[in-house]
Nanobody
Framework: QVQLVESGGGLVQAGGSLRLSCAASGRTFSTYAMGWFRQAPGKEREFVAAISWGGGATYYADSVKGRFTISRDNAKNTVYLQMNSLKPEDTSVYYC????????????????WGQGTQVTVSS
């Protein structure tokens, strides 16, 4: 079993920055791929970014590429999402997730999820 707790969400003006954190406990964090997803009201959950277990491979949705950066610190069992140049369309609940296999863009392939953190970007 793995427990994930996100933090760092909030209200920010367009063009601003936020850093989300996801703290993991339970099974060996360093062997798991991690992903960030988001879901706005009435919309399907969508992929944002993913990182391999060692941190050597990262993947991004086209909509956030160049603005968001995913990273992880296995010594702290934590994964981060640095979000810069935020836009109103980034407003959503952000979730971190983990899976024992390789990274994936499909939310259905992740085994464990956090409770989510709200990010609101005002125009």
């Amino acid at each position: 079993q793995v427990q994930l707790v996100e933090s760092g969400g909030g209200l920010v003006q367009a063009g601003g920055s936020l850093r989300l954190s996801c703290a993991a406990s339970g099974r060996t964090f360093s062997t798991y791929a991690m992903g960030w997803f988001r879901q706005a009201p009435g919309k399907e959950r969508e992929f944002v970014a993913a990182i391999s277990w060692g941190g050597g491979a990262t993947y991004y949705a086209d909509s956030v590429k160049g603005r968001f950066t995913i990273s992880r610190d296995n010594a702290k069992n934590t994964v981060y999402l640095q979000m810069n140049s935020l836009k109103p369309e980034d407003t959503s609940v952000y979730y971190c997730a983990t899976r024992s296999g390789p990274t994936s863009r499909r939310y259905t392939e992740y085994d464990y999820w956090g409770q989510g953190t709200q990010v609101t970007v005002s125009s």
